[in-house]
């Protein structure tokens, strides 16, 4: 109880933390609208449900998105507003095993300080096969039961 601890930082007050996160529920409960959302306001350093964001550049890895998908729930989102500048969209990105890591790498180093927020939606789409990148080997796969 004596140690001081440093007070929490958010990337969204009260709700999300600086740190890793992970938003996991069943399909079509909203999910990918909810991160578009947050990448926005972050980029936009707009409130998001009534909480401050820490406004700086977001990276949103939307691999489940095409482009004409994404377009549409932008419009849908801001109506005739242009889209923060501090906001990045991408619907195709290498596995983190193939270069997709250090392309991440070095979009936080491109924005220095300002950058705030990377989303990957989803990570089925990014993470490298079984056994690769630190990833635990199924050892029972192809083993008869």
């Not at 979009?107 to 950058?115: F, S």
Request: aromatic residues 6%; proline residues 8%.
């Amino acid at each position: 109880m004596a140690k001081v601890l440093p007070p929490l930082r958010f990337v969204l007050q009260e709700l999300l933390p600086v740190g890793y996160t992970v938003l996991a529920g069943p399909p079509k409960l909203g999910k990918s609208w909810l991160l578009l959302q947050l990448g926005l306001a972050v980029a936009a350093g707009e409130d998001l449900f009534g909480q401050g964001t820490a406004q700086g550049a977001a990276l949103y890895l939307a691999l489940e998105d095409g482009e004409h998908r994404m377009q549409g729930r932008m419009r849908r989102l801001l109506g005739d507003r242009a889209p923060p500048a501090g906001l990045s969209i991408a619907t195709k990105w290498p596995r983190l095993d193939a270069g997709g890591m250090a392309e991440i790498e070095l979009w936080a180093k491109a924005n220095g300080d300002a950058a705030r927020l990377c989303i990957i939606d989803t990570t089925q789409k990014i993470k490298p096969p079984p056994g690769r990148f630190g990833t635990p080997r199924d050892h029972t796969e192809g083993r008869r039961r």
